[in-house]
């Protein structure tokens, strides 16, 4: 069975280009964001770091810790940030997995078990390996998301998801389409009208079962 929002995420320890890391231990009290990504010196993926790589003091202000995960090894990704800094114009300092044995992609539920990495392989070995997951501070998975090899990820819809899971996390409130940071939020169907109106004020009802509130934060 594949992982799924609110298991616990695997823990494991791995080698990367900022040294071994224990998953749990490094995440911390933090959110993290895990990327995944099929092999080095490839070009959408040279963009996407790069894009992670801009955002540092965006996840810095949300406490959220972002490492990356490739199958290849510790010395491809040292010199693989250096192209990254190139494009981005900024460098990456946050860590990449070198998940040589794929053990990490398979315990994330990225690639099938008998996945492994032929002689000469290409991008296309572990296309599936292109994957985000968010991981709230009690260590489970938020949100996940996967993208075709042709299609770049949008890192500002991950931090605008984020955005949504911080506002929300453990609180009887939900996030409405296109939703952004200070706009109006939508308060669950657990809380009556009294309740609702106690806990956030006053509420904007479009219908019965859809009732807006003032941004808490």
Same mark, same amino acid.
């Given at each position: 069975?594949?992982?799924r ?23 911390? $009290? ?7 990504? /099929?092999?080095?010196? %490839? +070009?959408?993926? *040279?963009?996407?770091?790069?894009? #992670? ?5 965006e ?33 990456a300092?946050?860590p ?12 994330? $539920? ?7 990495? /032929?002689?000469?392989? %290409? +991008?296309?070995? *572990?296309?599936?390996?292109?994957? #985000?997951?968010?991981i ?39 996030t ?9 939020v ?16 006053a ?15």
């Amino acid at each position: 069975m594949g992982l799924r929002i609110n298991d616990i995420v695997p823990n494991f320890t791995a080698e990367t280009d900022k040294g071994t890391i224990t998953f749990h231990d490094w995440i911390g $009290d933090s959110w993290a964001i895990l990327f995944s990504h /099929p092999k080095d010196f %490839t +070009p959408v993926c *040279t963009t996407e770091f790069g894009a #992670v790589a801009q955002l540092a003091d965006e996840w810095a202000k949300r406490g959220t810790k972002v490492i990356g995960v490739s199958v290849d090894g510790v010395e491809e990704h040292k010199g693989w940030k250096s192209d990254i800094a190139t494009v981005a114009g900024t460098e990456a300092e946050f860590p990449i997995i070198a998940d040589t044995d794929l053990a990490v992609s398979k315990a994330f $539920d990225m690639l099938p078990a008998e996945a492994y990495l /032929p002689d000469g392989r %290409t +991008p296309a070995d *572990t296309a599936t390996v292109r994957s #985000v997951y968010i991981i709230s501070p009690d260590k489970k998975l938020q949100l996940t998301m996967t993208y075709p090899m042709s299609v770049g990820r949008n890192f500002a819809e991950v931090l605008r998801a984020l955005d949504g899971l911080q506002r929300t996390f453990g609180q009887p409130l939900a996030t409405p389409a296109n939703w952004e940071t200070g706009q109006d939020v939508i308060v669950a169907l657990a809380l009556d009208d009294a309740a609702a109106e106690e806990k956030f004020g006053a509420l904007d009802k479009k219908l019965p079962y859809l009732r807006f509130a003032k941004n808490p934060g």
